[in-house]
Each structure stands twice: as structure tokens, then as C-alpha cells.
């Protein structure tokens, strides 16, 4: 009989087939539906109308036209700017909340520290609801202007207690040796502790990026004027909602407009894309940075 432990045992070839099936069939199931979007996003009135004007596996004859109309003005054009000014307006604000409470939050003996961190535990486990917030919005003078999307969602406390964790685990003779050659709090922050935080800054910032980005939400209570309208709210509105996309909300006249499904996937992709090319820039610190807190040691 072997004595040796499980994770030494040969594989069986059995359970690594089942893996692989198994492993085979979640990709299909994520590509298939992604790969029907850009295809019917691609597709013309011809192989639209083939396919009973539903989704398609392949575009056939292959137009670009829904992407042109979206793209060369109007909502989707407006929306897609705005939703990057405030995406990369709020990441950054929220980044720099976080981590300055996060460190004010991890050094031992600071004053205030201990009722604070009882505070942000609290607004982990319990919400203000939905009626305080908005009025809040209102009271601030924020309903229909892009800061509504920004302020009031600006630090996530249990991102803050995950930053805190991080920022508890580095070296004490860092922080000891800078404070004999007489630095600051902001200088240790800045100079020794965010440099060596690049992990959890880059799981931080993406989380807090999907988020800006994907918050319709707000957008849909805050936000009246059809022309501050982010990304989200467009995709929610002409794709979800199916209300029908003129011509005079996107580049395109109305003796040139694409069928209406492609420009609703087209509109899918563009809201996608962003998000897609950030996450590899980022993909190296991820894995370590959502470990952050969970091993101890």
C-alpha cells in the first residue's frame, strides 16, 4: 500500500478527461453567445433577414455600417466619452480616498483609527438605502451632473479593509526607518508604500474602473438630461429596453441607417471593448492581489 500523499499520486486519466470536457464546455459557453454578438454586430440586412432578424453565428456578408453609424456622432458617441471622463476621473479619485484612509486605518496608535475602522465595518454590513442616498444627491445639489456618478460612490469600504490588510503586512522597519530620516506621512504613503502596493492598487483600480463603467444605475436616478447620459444607460435603453435608434441619434442618415440588431451589438461591443483591453495590462497583479487578506503567514 502507498504511503504517499494524494498530490503525489499519478493523475487519473479519467478525472483529467472529465476536467478538460468540463473545462471545454464553460469556454463554448462563455465564446459562443460573445462571438454571436460580434457577428450579428457585423452582419447586413441580407443575412439579417435570413436568419428571420435574430442572432446570427456567422455575418455572412460582412458590413461595418453599424459601427459607423455609432461611431461617427451622436449618443453613442457622447455616452462613450463620458463614461471614459468619468471612469478615469472616478478610478483615480477612489484610488487615492482608499489608499490614504487604508493607511491612516493600518498604522498602530494613530488617533481615531480603532472607531473609524468600527465605521467602515458598519457600512460594510449595513446600506443607507436607496431614498437616503438620493436625497443626499439632491440636498449636495448633484442630481444631473456627472459628479452624482462619482462622489457618492467614491470609496468602497470593504475595498478599504482589503487595502488595510495589505498595508498591515508590510515591514514595520519600513515605516521605523523612514520616520528617523524625518519623512512624512504623505512621504511614506507616496514614496515607500504605494510603490510597494502595485498589486492591490491594480485589483483596486479595476475593480473601481468595472464599476464607474458599469453603473447605470445612478445614472438612471441622478442623471435627467438625455445628453450626460454614460455608456450604460445607453446600452440599458437601446438594448435592453429595445427602444428603436433613430437616425438622428447616431452618425447616420435615415437612408443609411444599418437594421436595427446589428446597431444594438454593435452598441454591446463598443460598451465591452474598454474594459477588455485594461484587463491584460493588469492581469500580472491580479491573481496576487485578490489573495490579499485571505492567507495569513
Given at each position: ?7 503525489m ?8 478527461l ?39 453565428l ?34 483615480l479619485f ?23 475602522v468600527l ?6 454590513l ?62 511614506v ?11 492591490v ?11 464607474y463603467?458599469?453603473?447605470?444605475f ?22 435592453v ?10 452618425g ?38 485578490v ?7
Amino acid at each position: 500500500m502507498s504511503t504517499r500523499p494524494i498530490w503525489m499520486e499519478p493523475p487519473n486519466p479519467l478525472v483529467q478527461l472529465g476536467k478538460s470536457i468540463a473545462l471545454g464546455v464553460a469556454v463554448l459557453l462563455v465564446i459562443v453567445p460573445f462571438w454571436s454578438v460580434i457577428a450579428t454586430s457585423l452582419a447586413d440586412q441580407r443575412t439579417i433577414d435570413a436568419s428571420g432578424g435574430g442572432m446570427v453565428l456567422w455575418p455572412g456578408g460582412v458590413s461595418i455600417g453599424a459601427y459607423k453609424a455609432i461611431l461617427s456622432g451622436g449618443v453613442v458617441t457622447r455616452a462613450l466619452t463620458i463614461s471614459i471622463a468619468v471612469t478615469v476621473v472616478g478610478t483615480l479619485f477612489s484610488l487615492t480616498a482608499t489608499s490614504g484612509l487604508a493607511y491612516w486605518l493600518s498604522r498602530r496608535g494613530t488617533f481615531g483609527a480603532r472607531p473609524m475602522v468600527l465605521v467602515v465595518l458598519g457600512a460594510v454590513l449595513f446600506s443607507p438605502g436607496l431614498i437616503p442616498s438620493y436625497l443626499v444627491v439632491k440636498q449636495l445639489g448633484l442630481l444631473d451632473s456627472w459628479w452624482s456618478l462619482i462622489l457618492p460612490v467614491m470609496v468602497n469600504a470593504f475595498n478599504v479593509l482589503v487595502m488595510r490588510a495589505f498595508f498591515q503586512q508590510l515591514p514595520p522597519e519600513l515605516f521605523e526607518s523612514a520616520a528617523i530620516d524625518g519623512a512624512s506621512s504623505a512621504t511614506v504613503l507616496v514614496r515607500i508604500v504605494l510603490p510597494l502596493s502595485k498589486a492591490v492598487l491594480a485589483v483596486m483600480g479595476l475593480f473601481y474602473a468595472v464599476g464607474y463603467w458599469n453603473a447605470f444605475f445612478n445614472a438612471m436616478l441622478y442623471i435627467q438630461s438625455t445628453d450626460k447620459w454614460p455608456i450604460s444607460l445607453v446600452l440599458r435603453t437601446f438594448v435592453v429596453n429595445q427602444t428603436t435608434i433613430g437616425g438622428d441619434q447616431v452618425g447616420a442618415g435615415a437612408e443609411a441607417m444599418p437594421p436595427q440588431l446589428p446597431l444594438q451589438m454593435a452598441i454591446l461591443v463598443v460598451a465591452l471593448v474598454p474594459i477588455l483591453i485594461v484587463y491584460p495590462f493588469l492581469q500580472k497583479h491580479f491573481a496576487k492581489g485578490v489573495m490579499i487578506g485571505a492567507v495569513k503567514g
